[in-house]
């Protein structure tokens, strides 16, 4: 049963105001925070690794493998733990996830400082191991989100008040994250981000592991009756649709990021990128929190089609942004169509997918925004070195046409599946 085939319950009654104001009481007021602490840690662990090993070697390029590594990693590793979470339970993967994570991490911060010594191989295996361990907390606590609104048969803007506060969530993440690494770096040493990362890692994530709201989500293991997944072929294409949008948010987030940076530095200081990015990140935030009061008969789909088309037109404002102000605005405009867009992708993977692999294709959505930032960072980072940051932002421009692509793409997807017509 979909979140939206809910509507007529009759325990409605007992929700006048459905939204954020049933959140609390269901999972307690220390869920919250929990949850954004503990998935801070790989928030900071892409920049963490990327300012670690270039202060320590000196060298641009050494950072920047560290940081591709971390999030090839996580691309890989991420679906792997979710499929695992699906089928033995949240608790038992992610305890021992969070524990080889740490060692990984306490690893990674031991070799990434030791200087221009450093070797490339040992370097890139560490970044890939602690990337792919990376305990996912966001796409687990989004399972469990749909898992507790849909067991409870809660109104629809229950379960999109929840996926809204998570993608508000994420986004800080992105915010704060960075903002966190370049303070402590730059204030105490480039090894206390990591080191810090580690600690809230081991203390928090086992504690999110333990958080009551983890029975809300049955394994699927392969006992003598277990019954196979089935999934449809209308399920995959509309799953591929789902991961293609998310590949495309990435890259805009990964050149977005580029872009600004290559910007700041034309403007003579290049530590002026990372702030002005975070004006994208802010609006993105609000956004997304605000689609909780968006009309039910505005579909996910239509909202997220409308959201590609915005997105799209707001890039060519960073085309044309001349001064810190007006790329300042620019990317507080376009923020605006970043987070409907992860709330809305989430919630169709939460429709799409079969209850018994729940966690592998949140976990997969969330693989695809890695894959994209590390294809926007690469890809504009050799056109902002051969075309300036102009070149960066029509990598943007293009992946946001790559989003409303993929949105068009799965509206053909459930109009020709009979089976995804309960999709919206």
């Known amino acids: 049963m979909t979140q939206h085939m809910l509507s007529n319950e009759p ?15 269901m999972v307690g007021t220390a ?52 499929m695992l979470a699906d089928r033995f339970g949240q608790r038992p993967v992610l305890i021992p996830v969070s524990i080889l994570h740490t060692i ?38 989004r399972v469990r989100w749909i898992s507790m609104t849909r067991r409870q048969q809660k109104n629809p803007k229950v ?17 704060f994250g960075p903002v966190a690494v370049g303070l402590l770096a730059s204030l105490v040493h480039p090894t206390l981000p990591l080191l810090i990362a580690a600690v809230l890692t081991v203390v928090l994530v086992p504690t999110f592991a333990k958080h ?45 990021a580029a872009g600004t940076l290559a910007f700041a530095g034309a403007l003579g200081n290049s530590n002026q990128g990372g702030l002005l990015y975070g004006a994208m990140g802010l609006s993105s935030a609000l956004a997304a929190i605000s689609v909780a009061s968006w009309p039910q008969g505005f579909s996910q789909i239509n909202r997220w089609i409308t959201c590609g088309v915005a997105l799209t037109i707001a890039s060519f404002g960073l085309h044309y942004a001349s001064s810190v102000p007006w790329m300042l605005l620019a990317l507080f405009v376009a923020g605006f169509a970043v987070g409907p ?61 790559l989003i409303l692509l993929a949105a068009l793409l799965m509206k053909l997807i459930v109009a020709k599946a009979p089976s995804l017509r309960r999709v919206r």
């Open 11 to 25: 325990n409605q009654k007992l929700e006048p105001k459905p939204g954020f104001s049933s959140l609390v009481p």
């Open 104 to 141: 990984l991490l306490l690893l990674l911060t031991w070799y990434g400082n030791s200087g221009s010594n450093m070797l490339v191989g040992v370097l890139v295996l560490i970044s890939l191991l602690a990337g792919a361990s990376g305990p996912q907390v966001g796409p687990m606590s």
């Open 341 to 401: 867009v992860i709330v809305t992708g989430m919630t169709l993977g939460g429709e799409v997918a079969p209850p018994k692999v729940l966690s592998t294709v949140m976990t997969l959505l969330s693989a695809g925004i890695v894959v994209g930032t590390s294809i926007g960072n690469g890809l504009a980072g050799v056109l902002a070195e051969s075309s300036g940051y102009l070149g960066a932002y029509w990598v943007s421009t293009a992946a946001a046409f």
């Open 212 to 256: 009551r709201t983890v029975d809300e989500v049955k394994p699927h293991g392969s006992g003598e009756h277990e019954v196979k997944v089935r999934i449809s072929k209308a399920q995959v294409a509309a799953i591929g649709a789902l991961v293609l949008g998310m590949i495309g948010l990435g890259t805009v987030f990964g050149s977005s």
């Open 31 to 82: 869920y919250v925070p929990l949850s954004f602490f503990a998935r801070l840690p790989l928030a900071m662990l892409t920049i963490g690794s990327m300012t670690l090993v270039t202060a320590s070697s000196g060298s641009y390029a050494l950072g920047g493998l560290s940081a591709a590594m971390v999030g090839l990693g996580s691309a890989v590793g991420g679906p792997s733990i979710g």
């Open 159 to 175: 379960l999109t008040a929840a996926l809204s506060l998570e993608s508000m969530l994420d986004e800080l993440g992105f915010v």
